[in-house]
Structure formats: structure tokens, C-alpha cells
């Protein structure tokens, strides 16, 4: 029993650690958070319950995605009625090689920097619909900003801070 | 031509990717995912740049570091024009100056909500001069410049310009004024309030009030409360509209017109008209709550536990508390979990005893029998792993926890909340019913009698980003039902924590000597989620 409890223990930790790296990876297959969470709670839970299947010398972060994938597949199987974002091969292409990347990047610390390298408005911008959670309409209001505009510059910004990461990962490579 | 049609499929995707994000795959077109699909099909690297893209939206959304938001004082030191004459702008100048001196002295203290030192509550009667209310309800509310306030914040004179959402204060003479969205309202001093634009809903219901009237002016007249409860709204279009729900007011006009609008009446008057022109008086004609989120500070999850035949507990999660994970953890006995009418999608059982949660947001019903062997217990315990992020991200800027207890022999509740990173620090309170002890040294003694046989602990917890940590504890006896709002007074006061590590973890600590039974324990992100119901 202390052998069971010491690995369901550890297995909480780790999924603890990388809850978001799942996150990332589900959002990136699905397209929307709250699947990606619904997705990567219910990997959780297979986690947990395969907790003694885990081999310690192998990263977490593999392992994890591979039930996650599961998961999604799941979930699309569900809801397979409903449009899928990506087609079956797309997904499966996209679900080993973001595995991967994630694997390599988990911990990268580039977007806290290129986030501080955008100007304040901009920075602001981005908190307001990412961390604050406001809808088109409320951004729209506090920016001041059209529709579309709002958008086209929301897309302006991830596409600089993607660029940034890039770069900032290159150069530290 | 090669590096055009690239150009061109790069557009494409951006584009694609950019509805994707901001409005949801659900957005897309059959015909957007078909040319989607095609693109991560035929490009390697526009499938990296998808796939880059798609994380960096990922990386933003679960990002839990934001930098704190700006703490600026509630109290604006920029009063409303009036159109009155030159003395009226003198004053306002005087106004302006003493606005400053305060908006400098406040900003020496530290104040915007908990603050450093003693924490702004226990040195409440020091600072009763300028407090001339405190913010009781903060419904999503953002103030103008987009700020945001916990509520419990002092509020001295000043504008008060609410952008969205609805909030209510509390004024020292024990007022309340209920703040609908796109409200601009000058609270002048503590019995008196200017409304320029927007909607407010007064409420009167100390029983023994003694104090001066509160006047509340508005652009056309001044209106002074017979009563409880009235609601007057000031239009774009100048109109001003009176609901009178109780008692009666009165209203003066410049010209010193008075009329007097009973309860359960209404009237308007436009921008030219002295007298009023009744109107219907219906409660959804005023009033009009601003939309709340759906889903947050609303309890939707209910767990009950049999812990025993003498023991009972249930648990409800306020939706949004259990976001990041919340853990459970009893001592002294087995149980096996059960769900009905739900999978365990978010509540996992181990050996242990631990129960994880990733998100609150579950239906259905989950059963933990626990054999509780007599002679082995002495307690057991709820460990509560409160996300620190996710107390900061709650609207209120706390989170608030009940629980009912009854005894029919001596029980002592330990609560303590400590911090993970600084494990020497511990805010802990123990009460029981015949004595109470506390540990933390601003702690007051609690008010319990021994004849009490059952009780009702509200408490609330506040981590904020920029300031002291506070835990306030209201004990309720069985014969007192909870109020819809936060209470003004609160039975203990913990002792402001520094502000520079959050509080983490909330231990329920029962112990038990006999028959006992804990109920109904609750973690919500507002007062009303826990107490509701109750």
C-alpha cells in the first residue's frame, strides 16, 4: 500500500509540475481551452490510476502527452458529430511533433522577456485577454479599437513575441 | 512568383490561426478547416509555424505571472464639474487640495485594499477619519482608468466611476449603495453623495439609526431618505427616474420645489419638467444588475462524505476555486470514494486518502465512506490546497470558506493557513466552545457561549498580489442566519502577514473527542457562495 500511495504521490506531483505543458499541448490539437482542460483532466485521471506503469528514468512529459493524445482522440470520438479542427492524419503529424517540441522547450522562460520588450499598451492589451479573460467586446471598449482591428493586432503581437521567443532561443542555443 | 504564393499561404494561415485564437475554432468554416488542414498538409514549416503559434497562445492562456495590476488609491482626486457659481468652483478647488494632501497621506500608508503594517482593518478606528465607507461587493466590477478593487478596500472622499460590472459600499453611518455599471457617483463626505450619471440602489436597514440623514444630490435636486430603500437613476438624456421600494423620500429641487414619493411608488422627471410625472413602480424597472460571468463565484459542486455514523461532512466547491488543483486530506481511517450521476472526472481517490481536483466545475455526487476506527482517532482534517494565482485572480481578491459543526461535548476547530515557500509561517486560529486560544497575536477573543451546540464559521481569506495577507473569521450562532453581504465586523481578525509569499494552504484541523459532526464545508470566491444556502 506504501508503495502505491509513494508512486500516486509522486505521479500528483509531476502532473502538478506539467499540468500547463498538457494544457499547451491539448490547446494546440483542439484548438480551445476548455477542451484541452476537459481533455487533460481526464488524462489525469488515467495518469494517476497507471501511476506504477511510470519508469522514472524517462521523462514525464513524453509519457504524459501520449495519454493526453489519447484523450483528445477520445474526445473527438465523443464529439465527433461536432467539426473537427484538425483532420486524423493532421492530428496524429501534429500531436508527435508538438510532443517533441514541447519536451525540448517546457521551460522556456523567452516569453517573460519578450513579453517585458513589448510596449506597455501592448502588454496590457495582452493581460487583459489572456489573464483578465475579457471577450472581443470589452477589449474592443477598453482599446478602443475596431473588430478587426483588435484582431489583426492581437495576431500582430503573437506573431512578435513568437518571433522574439524564436530568436531568443536561437541565440541562447 | 514562388515567393508570392509563400506570402500568400503564410496570410492565409496567419489568419486562420488569428480566428482560431481570438474567436474560438468554433469560428472557423468548413471550407477555413479544409484549407487548413491543406496547408499543415503540404508546409512542414508552416505546420511548425502553426504549431509554434498554437503553443505561444497556449503559453499565454495557462501563463500564471502576470505583473500585479497597478495599485492605485480608490479616492480620485479629481472631483466632478459641477455648473455652479465661482464659490461652488472655489470649493471644488478647496476640494481638489484637500484631495491631494489626502490622495499623499493615503499613499504614505499604503493603502488600496490590504495593505502593510497591522492591515487595514485592525486599524480601522485610527483611520476613521477619512474612511468614510468600505467597498462590501465587487461584482466584477472595473473602475474607471480599468482598476480593480478587492473588496474590503477603504474609500475616502472622492469619485467613484464605475466602468463595468456592479458594486456596492458601505458607508460609516451604515448606509449602502448598490452601484449598477456606467455609474459616476462623488462621495463627498460620510452623509452625502453627488450621482452624476448612472444608477444607484439605497439601502437603509440599520434598525436603530441615529445619525444625520444621507443626502444624495443629483444634478436637478437633493433627496433625502424616510426610509429604506429607493433606487434613482440620473439618464444621458438628463431624465431622472425614482423608485421608492420603502419608507418614503423626499426631494428638493433648486428651486426648493419639495415632493414627497411614497414607498411603492415611482415618478420621472425630464429635463425640463419641476413636478414629477408618476410612473409605474415595478422592481424590474430599476435596478438592472449588470450581466455576471456565468461561471464564477457561483458554488455548483456539492460533496457529501460519510464519514462515519456519528460524522457527516459535505464539501461544495465554489465553481473557479478548484481551477488549479485542490487537495483533500483526512488522518485516522480508510475510504473508498464513490461517484453517482458523474464520473470521477475531477476528484481522484488514492489509498491515502487524496482527492485532487483540477477544476471545480463537476457535477454529481461523490460518497467517501471512512471506517474512523473509536480508539484511533483524534482528528481528522481538511488540507486545502489553495492556488495562490488563483486567489489572486479572484474577483473579490479572497477566498471565503464555511463550515457547520455541532457537538455535543467539547470540539476544537484549528484553522491555519500557511505558505508552502515559507514553511516558519503559519496564521492559525483554534476555537472551541469554551475557550479560545489563539496564536496569531491580532487575533481577538472569540465571543462563543458553552451553551451554543452548534456553530456556523464563515471566514475569508485575502492574498494579494501587492499587499499583507489577512484571514477574518465571522462565527455565527445557530439562532443568527447569515447575511447576503459580507459582514462589517468580524469576530477574528488575523494578523497581516508580509506581503511578499502567498498563502497557500488552509487547514480545517477537527478534534474530536466524542460524537461530533462537521457539515457542509464550503470554498467559495465570494461571501454570498458560501454562506448561501447555509
Not at chain 1, 528514468?57 to 473527438?76: I, S
Request: hydrophobic letters at 40%; glycine letters at 8%; aromatic letters at 8%.
Amino acid at each position: 500500500m506504501s508503495g502505491s500511495n509513494t508512486e500516486a504521490e509522486k505521479i500528483t506531483g509531476l502532473l502538478m509540475q506539467h499540468h500547463d505543458t498538457l494544457v499547451r499541448y491539448a490547446i494546440s490539437l483542439l484548438g480551445s481551452e476548455q477542451d484541452a482542460r476537459d481533455v487533460v483532466q481526464e488524462a489525469s485521471i488515467h495518469l494517476m490510476r497507471k501511476a506504477a506503469d511510470y519508469d522514472e528514468d524517462k521523462p514525464f512529459v513524453p509519457w504524459a502527452c501520449r495519454f493526453t493524445y489519447y484523450e483528445v482522440l477520445k474526445y473527438r470520438e465523443k464529439n465527433r458529430r461536432m467539426p473537427q479542427l484538425l483532420d486524423d492524419d493532421m492530428l496524429e503529424i501534429l500531436a508527435t511533433e508538438q510532443a517533441d517540441r514541447l519536451q525540448r522547450d517546457e521551460r522556456s522562460e523567452a516569453l517573460g522577456f519578450c513579453l517585458a520588450e513589448l510596449p506597455s499598451a501592448d502588454q496590457q492589451l495582452l493581460e487583459l485577454k489572456y489573464h483578465q479573460e475579457l471577450d472581443a467586446n470589452e477589449l474592443c471598449e477598453q482599446s478602443g479599437m475596431s473588430r478587426r482591428s483588435l484582431f489583426r493586432h492581437l495576431q500582430d503581437l503573437r506573431e512578435s513575441l513568437y518571433a522574439c521567443i524564436k530568436n531568443r532561443e536561437i541565440s541562447t542555443v | 512568383m514562388k515567393d508570392s504564393t509563400h506570402q500568400q499561404t503564410r496570410e492565409q494561415m496567419r489568419e486562420l490561426i488569428g480566428i482560431i485564437c481570438d474567436q474560438g475554432a468554433a469560428a472557423l468554416t468548413s471550407e477555413q478547416r479544409e484549407d487548413l488542414n491543406n496547408l499543415l498538409r503540404e508546409s512542414p514549416a508552416l505546420r511548425q509555424e502553426y504549431a509554434g503559434l498554437m503553443d505561444l497562445h497556449g503559453q499565454l492562456i495557462t501563463k500564471q505571472q502576470w505583473a500585479p495590476a497597478e495599485v492605485v488609491p480608490f479616492v480620485s482626486a479629481r472631483p466632478i464639474p459641477q455648473r455652479h457659481s465661482l464659490r461652488s468652483i472655489a470649493a471644488i478647488a478647496a476640494v481638489l487640495v484637500a484631495g491631494l494632501f489626502l490622495l499623499f497621506w493615503l499613499m504614505g500608508r499604503g493603502i488600496g485594499g490590504w495593505t502593510m503594517g497591522g492591515g487595514y482593518l485592525a486599524s480601522r478606528e485610527a483611520a476613521a477619519d477619512t474612511h468614510l465607507a468600505t467597498l462590501i461587493e465587487s461584482v466584477d466590477a472595473v473602475w474607471q482608468g480599468g482598476t480593480t478593487y478587492a473588496e474590503g478596500a477603504p474609500i475616502g472622499a472622492g469619485v467613484l466611476d464605475l466602468a463595468a460590472g456592479e458594486a456596492a459600499i458601505r458607508t460609516r453611518s451604515g448606509i449602502r449603495l448598490y452601484l449598477n455599471q456606467g455609474t459616476r457617483l462623488e462621495l463627498k463626505t460620510g452623509n452625502s453623495a453627488y450621482l452624476e450619471r448612472g444608477e444607484i440602489y439605497f439601502v437603509n436597514t440599520e434598525t436603530e439609526w441615529l445619525g444625520a440623514p444621507f443626502l444624495i444630490q443629483t444634478p436637478k435636486a437633493e433627496l433625502e431618505h424616510l426610509g429604506t430603500r429607493y433606487s434613482i437613476a440620473v439618464k444621458a438624456d438628463g431624465v431622472e427616474e425614482l423608485f421608492v421600494e420603502e419608507g418614503a423620500v423626499i426631494r428638493k429641487d433648486s428651486s426648493g420645489r419639495e415632493e414627497h414619493i411614497a414607498q411603492q411608488s415611482a415618478r420621472r422627471w425630464s429635463q425640463t419638467q419641476q413636478a414629477g410625472e408618476e410612473i409605474t413602480f415595478a422592481k424590474a424597472a430599476y435596478y438592472r444588475r449588470a450581466a455576471k460571468r456565468s461561471d464564477r463565484g457561483l458554488p455548483i459542486v456539492r460533496e457529501t462524505f460519510d464519514l462515519a455514523p456519528d460524522l457527516a461532512a459535505s464539501l461544495e466547491l465554489g465553481s473557479g476555486v478548484g481551477v488549479k488543483n485542490t487537495w483533500l486530506l483526512w488522518h485516522g481511517g480508510q475510504a473508498v470514494a464513490e461517484a453517482e450521476g458523474a464520473s470521477l472526472g475531477d476528484f481522484v481517490h488514492t489509498e491515502q486518502g487524496l482527492i485532487t481536483s483540477q477544476k471545480a466545475a463537476v457535477a454529481g455526487r461523490l460518497k467517501i465512506p471512512i471506517d474512523l476506527a473509536q480508539d484511533e482517532v483524534t482528528y481528522f482534517s481538511f488540507d486545502l490546497g489553495l492556488d495562490p494565482d488563483v486567489l489572486r485572480q479572484s474577483r473579490s481578491g479572497g477566498m471565503y470558506f464555511a463550515f457547520r459543526c455541532a457537538d455535543e461535548v467539547d470540539q476544537k476547530i484549528q484553522i491555519s493557513l500557511t505558505s508552502r515557500r515559507k514553511a516558519a509561517f503559519r496564521l492559525e486560529t483554534k476555537i472551541s466552545h469554551y475557550d479560545s486560544d489563539l496564536r496569531g497575536k491580532a487575533m481577538a477573543a472569540l465571543p462563543i457561549s458553552p451553551t451554543e451546540t452548534e456553530l456556523r464559521v464563515v471566514g475569508k481569506i485575502v492574498s494579494h498580489a501587492a499587499a499583507a495577507d489577512q484571514i477574518f473569521v465571522r462565527v455565527l450562532p445557530s439562532y443568527e442566519e447569515p447575511s447576503e453581504l459580507e459582514p462589517w465586523a468580524w469576530s477574528l481578525v488575523g494578523q497581516s502577514a508580509a506581503a511578499d509569499f502567498s498563502l497557500e494552504w488552509l487547514t480545517l484541523h477537527f478534534r474530536q473527542d466524542g460524537g461530533c459532526a462537521v457539515k457542509e464545508i464550503r470554498l467559495g470566491r465570494s461571501w454570498n457562495s458560501v454562506v448561501r444556502v447555509l
